[in-house]
Every structure is written in C-alpha cells, then in structure tokens.
C-alpha cells in the first residue's frame, strides 16, 4: 500500500495530543507531529449552505476560528461532500494541494474544484501517512446517511473513519470518527474488526430533510456508543445548522440513561480534548 509522505519539521511528541473542535464536524486533530482537519466548514454564523436538491441550511454558530488561523495541516479526511462538511469558505480558502482522503463522489467533485491531491476510500480499504517516525493509518468505515432507501439516492455517500495514529509499527492511539451516519447492522461490525477505540467523534443533530431524520439524534448517537465501545465520546455536529432538530441536551440526557462503558466528554467551539496513549513509547 502507497503511503503519503509528509516532511518533518520537528521531533514529534508521541505523549499526548489533541482534539480542537471548530464547530460542526470540523476539528483538528494532532498527535505523533501529523495534523489532520475534519469537514472543513468555516463559513459565518448567518450564511447559507447549499446542501443539495435545491436545500439550504443557515448556519447558526459561528466557527471557532477561520482557516487562515489553522496550524499547518498535514491532511484533510472528509466524511462526504455536503455544504455543512466542506463549504465555499474551504474551497475557496484551503490550499489546493492539500491531501484529502474521502469517498469517491466527494474525490471526484473536489478534483473538478481545482483540488489536487485526492484520495477515494470504500468501505474497509484504508490509506497510510507518514511523518518522520509518525504513522496514520486512515481506514473508511461503514455509514448511511439515512434509513430510508427511496431517500439514499439523494444524498451522497458517506464515510465514517477509523483513525490509527502509531510510531512505527506500535499502534498508540485509535480515535474512530462516525461520519454523518443512521444507525444500521453495519456499525455492529467496527468493534469487533477494531476494537479499542479510545476516542469516539460522533455526529448527532437530528439533521432533518424532507421531513426524514439524516443524522443521528442525540438519543440514536448515543446507541452508536453503546455499539462501537469507544473508551470516551465526544458529539459534534449538533447545533450548528437550522436543519439540526435534537440538540447536545438530547445528547446528554440520553447519555445520562445509558450503561455504555465510555466517558462521555463535551466540548464546546473553541475547546480542546487533550488525551494520552496508555502504552507509551520510551
């Protein structure tokens, strides 16, 4: 398998790392001296975003920050190409020859845009990344987008992901990320083809299109825990949008209720999860 090589700049601190939450599904994650940024969507409280068939969403939050105020960013994994996940302030402000690994569809129309570097990923294939001693491995995982079949057609396919961040060959810490995914028998899969999630990124909102529910509620996201066995969880994707029906509350309450073994954490835009592998590399 062909790995994207990225040049060193310094020592990498294999300790610890980070989750900063920008708002919605975008994040940035650094661990092991690789940066990634989630679903890039920077655009203004207020704005509009197109999300298909003739669909707008306002957005009601503004982002944490804007990307002329990101570190430097190593790669972009993109669960699909809606507005609220990769919008006209990323196109327009991103660097073009930044690497994004996404699905097919989301490849395709991104390489029309101008951007240059992309890679497509099925489900279960995976894509590694290399930075000095630091490895990534980027593997898709399965997600639906919504439960009703006459309304699959409409929407664009969906990666979650499974997130392996090493030093060498020793895998140090694995963060799964849902995508904007329904429940489904399929989820049922990831702990027992990769157990040991540390970290779980889960997309809740209740996002409502034509009267059907697209993502996760609060209450559905949290069997999505329950499922996937993360050790901690942290929604995302929860208030950012007018087309988000079930807001962090439902989240919460239903977490309150729930026998999950997982920590469940919360952050708002602009904080930071910072989190350490259990074995570490002496």
Known sequence: ???????????????????????????????????????????????????????????????????????????????????????DAAMRDLDKDLPIISTADAAGQLQELGFRQCYSLDTWEAHLAEKGEGRLRVTAMPAKHVADEAIAALLMPVNGYILDFGRGDQRLYRIYVTGDTMLNDRLKDIPRLYPDIDLGLIHAGGTTLFVTVVTMTGEQAVRAVEITRPHTAIPIHYNDYSVFMSGLDDFKEAAGKSMADAKFYYLSHGETYTFAPDHLIS
């Open 1 to 87: 398998m062909a790995a994207l090589r990225f040049l060193e700049a310094e020592p990498a601190d294999f300790s610890e790392g980070e989750v900063y939450f920008i708002g919605n599904a975008t994040t940035v994650i650094r661990f092991g001296g690789i940066t990634i940024l989630t679903d890039p969507a920077f655009s203004h409280k207020g704005t509009h975003t197109g999300l298909g068939h003739g669909l707008w969403a306002r957005r009601e939050v503004e982002p944490a920050c804007q990307v002329a105020d990101l570190p430097p960013i190593d790669l972009i994994v993109l669960s699909h190409f809606h507005g609220d996940h990769f919008d």
